[in-house]
C-alpha cells in the first residue's frame, strides 16, 4: 500500500477500520470501501490518500453548502456554536485585537466579534464564500497569503478545520508565522477518542469517518503534530459540543438527533454530563490552545 502518515511514517500503519464512510449527511455513504489507518509513530488516524482532488475543489463541497447557501440560513445554522466557542474564550479577549479565522466559512464568528476587535481577517479557501467575506473583514484564500502581505494577528481560530487538511504541519508553522508575540491560536478539531467511539465504535465508525475529514486526532498525535511544527507553549484540553440527550439517541437509535431533543434534562444535568466528559478526555473536540 501506498500509503504514508502525515508525520512522514510509512511503517507498521496498520488498518483500524475498512468499509464505506460518510459523504455527506448522515446515512450518505461512500460507494466504495475505504481505510483508516492508525500511525504507531504519532498515533493519528487518518484517511488513506484519496484518489481526487482535494474536498474543497470537489462539486461536492459546493453541492453541499448550496442547498443552503443563503447566507442568513448559515448564520443561522452556525450561531449557537459558534456563540458558545466566544463564551468559552471569553468575549474581552478579542477587544481591540487583530483577529483571524482560518476557515472562516461564511464568516459568523467573524461577524459575532467584530465590533469589539481592531481588525478582522477572514482565511476561506473556498472563494464561493468570499463576496460576502469581503463586506466585512479582510478576505484571503490560505495562510500563505497573509504571510506574504507581512499580516499578523493577535488572535488566531480555527474551528473544525484542521481535519481536512492534508498537510497539518505547514499549517501550524503557518498558525505560529502568523501569530504575534503573546498572541493566542484557538484551535478545535473532533477528538478521536470521543465518547460515542467508545460506546459503540461499529455504528459510529461509518458516521464518523467521512470523505471530508482526512485526519482524526486524539491528544497524543495532536501534541505530536504540535512539536513537530515547532509549537511548544500550547495546551490540549476538551470541549464537548453535543448533549445527553443525543448520547442516548445515539445509543437507541444508533443515529445522530441533534441537541435536546428528548428535553428530559435540565441544565444543571446538561453541564454535568459535559464537565465529565471534558474531564475524562471523552469530548466531542479536542480544544487546543498556543502561545507565541
Ligand atoms: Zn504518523
Known sequence: MNNRCHCGNN?????????????????KLTKNKFRIF??????????????????????????????????????????SRIKKKIKKIGETK????????????????????????????AVEPAFFWHSYLKKKHLTFSYPEDLIKKKIKADIIVSFDVIEHINQPVEFLKN?????????TAYIVTPNFNDI???????????FNFRTAHTLYFNEESMSFFLKK??????????????????????LRDKKPSGLNK????????????????????????????IRN
Open 229 to 250: 511544527s515547532g509549537i511548544k507553549k500550547y495546551k490540549i484540553s476538551y470541549y464537548h459540543e453535543m448533549d445527553f440527550s443525543n448520547l442516548l439517541l445515539w
Open 175 to 183: 498558525i505560529k508565522q502568523i501569530l504575534n508575540k503573546n498572541g
Open 262 to 289: 428528548l428535553k428530559i434534562f435540565d441544565k444543571e444535568f446538561e453541564n454535568l454530563y459535559i464537565n465529565y466528559v471534558e474531564a475524562n478526555k471523552l469530548a466531542s473536540h479536542l480544544w487546543v490552545e
Open 38 to 79: 492508525n500511525c504507531n509513530k504519532c498515533n493519528l488516524k487518518f484517511l488513506e490518500k484519496p484518489k481526487k482532488k482535494s474536498f474543497y475543489e470537489t462539486n461536492e463541497y459546493r453541492k453541499k453548502f448550496n442547498n443552503s447557501s443563503e447566507i442568513n440560513i448559515y448564520h443561522k445554522l452556525h450561531k
Open 196 to 206: 460515542l467511539m467508545n460506546l459503540i465504535p461499529d455504528s459510529f465508525s461509518s
Open 94 to 121: 478579542f477587544k481591540k485585537k487583530v483577529v483571524a479565522d482560518f476557515g472562516a466559512g461564511g464568516g459568523t464568528f467573524l461577524n459575532n466579534i467584530k465590533k469589539n476587535s481592531s481588525k478582522t481577517i
Open 11 to 27: 511503517k507498521n500503519l496498520k488498518t483500524i477500520y475498512y468499509g464505506r464512510i460518510r459523504s455527506g449527511s448522515f446515512g
